[in-house]
Structure formats: structure tokens, C-alpha cells
């Protein structure tokens, strides 16, 4: 069973950057298409952007032009660049494989905090 591992995330202000990444114990992740979650106490988990294994990428519209989604070349790394951050970015971040026919086990995943 794969065990994801989420971290970076920190208190920022508005406007500010963060990097999250995803590891799952030295497993290639970077090798499946993947994706980042989040997800706010009381609210439905929300898909944030997927890195497919082409290389392409897509956004959900609240983060398309702020968000990136990349691997590293060993493929061990997913991360989510976080660029122009706002309040309503603030939430627990959580990979995970995208579009198979389940996931894998999901981590513990990372609090961004926007606020002034």
C-alpha cells in the first residue's frame, strides 16, 4: 500500500508563496498522473490541479494562473507552487493519484494558512 507524505505548508500573507510537495516513500509518484486536494472543515475535498504522466496540466478555475503542478526528474516528488496566495486558499492540501479506479491511502496532508 502506498502511504503519501504532504509537507510545506505554512502560515503566509496574502499575496505570498509556498511550496508543497508529495512524497510516497521513495516510490516514483511522478510515474502516474496525479493530483492535489484540499479540502475545508465541513466542505466537500476539492480537486486543485492534476499533473497527468504526459506532462500536461490542469486547474480548477480558482487557482489557474497561481498554481503549478510539477515533479521532479527522478519523479519522487509531486509539488504545488503557490504563488499570489489568498485567504480562501487556506485549507488542508492533500496528493494522490487522479483517475484510477481508487486512491491511494491518503496522508495526513498540509495546512497553508493565508492571513494578514
Known amino acids: 500500500q502506498v502511504q503519501l507524505a504532504e509537507s510545506g505548508g505554512a502560515l503566509v500573507q496574502p499575496g505570498g508563496s509556498l511550496r508543497l510537495s508529495c512524497e510516497a516513500g521513495g516510490r516514483r509518484i511522478g510515474s502516474y498522473s496525479m493530483a492535489w486536494y484540499r479540502q475545508v472543515p465541513g466542505k466537500e475535498r476539492e480537486l486543485v490541479g492534476v499533473l497527468s504522466r504526459d506532462g500536461s496540466t490542469t486547474y480548477a478555475d480558482s487557482v489557474r494562473g497561481r498554481f503549478t503542478l510539477s515533479t521532479d526528474k527522478p519523479k519522487y516528488t509531486i509539488y504545488l507552487q503557490m504563488n499570489n496566495l489568498e485567504p480562501e486558499d487556506t485549507a488542508a492540501y492533500y496528493c494522490?493519484?487522479?483517475?484510477?479506479?481508487?486512491?491511494?491511502?491518503w496522508g495526513q496532508g498540509t495546512q497553508p494558512t493565508v492571513s494578514s
Open positions: 494522490n493519484r487522479y483517475g484510477y479506479e481508487s486512491f491511494w491511502l
